[in-house]
């Protein structure tokens, strides 16, 4: 399982005269397994590059490849992909209308003309991988926190079994026990799983705590492309585009101003804390 983006721009309204490049040869590898943040500001191209990773946009030009198949060729099965690469959007508990959360979740494998009792437990293992306690299985989904809805959209495609998950802004509009919840279960599910994730972010801590690549975007191109501590070495270029290194990247550097013996490549506050505490010898 690959993921190749090749060349891919895109414009929107190319006939207007207001027409906007969204995306500009834009070339990436996803291989598999990874658990990949993509980051940048308002309009950067984020959401607009991980709709084209399962064909909800076609590209204006390049091309993207699944497993090697131009996903734009006449006869390449586009259902078939948004089966294998499940797009969460923001906010998707937004979409959840059935009468409970176990009907919620069977929704997508049942449209793929799956027998009952498979389509029964593929949303009860997908339900147990997100942590939704058994005995909200059968609440309305209306009923539940935000952090819980979010669960149950996240279940939704994972009932699909996507050998990739795109989760745009997962933990957009949660309250900061609701963020981590999340995303300590999206690690758990990718450790576990060996899932390529892809985690779209406005937050450098989060991204810093859990993915193994970071890929900035800026203004429609790749301006980064490379593991966490080698991006944020770069923390003075990412605020000229208005993003910023974690917090404890920033304090590092001022306790090395300070004469502290730190290395300031550290982008977690586990990691920050062993640099501090070895430096004053403890």
Do not use: W
Request: aromatic share 8%; with cysteine; net charge negative.
């Amino acid at each position: 399982m690959s993921l190749i983006v090749d060349h891919v721009s895109y414009i929107y309204d190319p006939d207007a005269p207001l027409s906007h490049k969204a995306l500009d040869d834009v070339c990436l590898q996803i291989p598999e397994g990874q658990f990949i943040g993509i980051i940048g500001h308002t309009g950067s191209g984020k959401s607009t590059l991980v709709q084209h990773l399962n064909g909800l946009i076609k590209a204006t030009s390049g091309h993207i490849y699944y497993n090697g198949e131009d996903i734009d060729d006449k006869d390449f099965d586009k259902k078939k992909l948004r089966s294998k690469v499940g797009l969460v959007f923001q906010y998707p508990e937004h979409q959840l209308f059935e009468i409970d959360v176990f009907s919620d979740v069977c929704f997508g494998p049942k449209n793929l003309g799956l027998e009952k009792k498979e389509v029964e437990l593929r949303a009860y293992d997908a339900l147990r991988k997100v942590g939704l306690p058994d005995e909200l299985f059968y609440q309305s989904p209306f009923e539940l926190s935000g952090g819980q809805k979010r669960r149950v959209a996240i279940a939704g495609v994972l009932a699909m079994k996507p050998e990739i998950l795109i989760l745009d802004e997962p933990t957009a509009g949660l309250d900061p026990k609701g963020r981590e919840e999340i995303l300590e279960q999206i690690k758990k599910l990718q450790t576990e799983t060996g899932m390529t994730i892809l985690l779209v972010s406005h937050s450098m801590e989060d991204v810093a705590e859990y993915v193994d690549r970071i890929i900035v975007m800026n203004q429609g191109r790749v301006m980064y492309d490379d593991a966490p501590k080698q991006v944020f070495r770069h923390y003075r270029e990412l605020e000229e585009i208005g993003l910023a290194a974690p917090q404890v990247t920033y304090i590092l550097h001022e306790l090395q101003e300070k004469g502290l013996a730190v290395d300031p490549s550290a982008t977690t506050i586990r990691e920050a804390a062993d640099q501090i505490l070895q430096a004053l010898g403890r």
